[in-house]
T-cell receptor
Framework: AQSVTQPDIHITVSEGASLELRCNYS??????LFWYVQSPGQGLQLLLK??????LVQGIKGFEAEFKRSQSSFNLRKPSVHWSDAAEYFC???????????FGTGTRLQVTL | DTEVTQTPKHLVMGMTNKKSLKCEQH?????MYWYKQKAKKPPELMFV???????INESVPSRFSPECPNSSLLNLHLHALQPEDSALYLC????????????????FGPGTRLTVL
């Protein structure tokens, strides 16, 4: 069965600083990988996804993620964080049918001004 | 447009009440999902409908009863809930749930915050 690990429960960065959120997955076949963001009391918004091809994927709001098969990682990055980026970030892996998503436990991002 | 709508936004109900949550999408998606999310936890899958048929039930108690009247609508009927059922209920949809398909992406609604007294 697949699993996702987000090692950082809580991260605090200063506005304007760079950001990297870690995600490691375990899955026997080619993974389908996603990053979602959730503001308090809201639904999940898709930031970006990786299915195949270029291992560096661009998403919305200036986010990008890099798939590294050798490290089983799909880390999320942003060069300059804005205060509005404060939220909960979930990494997820989909099965071949993509009907079931396995989520990581999430990383809460706090941005200081 | 990748919008999934959910009503109501908030719901408070007693343990003897019957209520329903509603989800709607107009993206032509043929798979729809219900998730339950407790505070500070990731979403947990409850049900999946594929082409209006229930394809996955993650051993959810019978006090939760899903219904998919057509390809755009998904309901979750609630009856005799317990206080521990209080949570954010999220609906999602995706283009297809098919072993031959790849790259399926789930789009989520804003959720219904349910409180059971």
């Amino acid at each position: 069965a697949q699993s996702v690990t987000q090692p950082d429960i809580h991260i605090t960065v200063s506005e304007g600083a760079s950001l990297e959120l870690r995600c490691n997955y375990s899955y026997g076949a080619t993974p389908y990988l996603f990053w979602y963001v959730q503001s308090p009391g809201q639904g999940l918004q898709l930031l970006l996804k990786y299915f195949s091809g270029d291992t560096l994927v661009q998403g919305i709001k200036g986010f990008e993620a890099e798939f590294k098969r050798s490290q089983s990682s799909f880390n999320l990055r942003k060069p300059s964080v804005h205060w509005s980026d404060a939220a909960e970030y979930f990494c997820a892996v989909g099965t071949g049918t993509a009907s079931k998503l396995t989520f990581g436990t999430g990383t809460r991002l706090q941005v200081t001004l | 447009d990748t919008e999934v709508t959910q009503t109501p936004k908030h719901l408070v109900m007693g343990m003897t009440n019957k209520k329903s949550l509603k989800c709607e999408q107009h993206m032509g998606h043929r798979a729809m999902y219900w998730y339950k999310q407790k505070a500070k936890k990731p979403p947990e899958l409850m049900f999946v409908y594929s082409y209006e048929k229930l394809s996955i039930n993650e051993s959810v108690p019978s006090r939760f009863s899903p219904e998919c009247p057509n390809s755009s609508l998904l309901n979750l009927h609630l009856h005799a809930l317990q206080p521990e059922d209080s949570a954010l209920y999220l609906c999602a949809s995706s283009q297809a749930v098919d072993k031959r398909e790849i790259g399926d992406t789930q789009y989520f609604g804003p959720g219904t915050r349910l409180t059971v007294l």
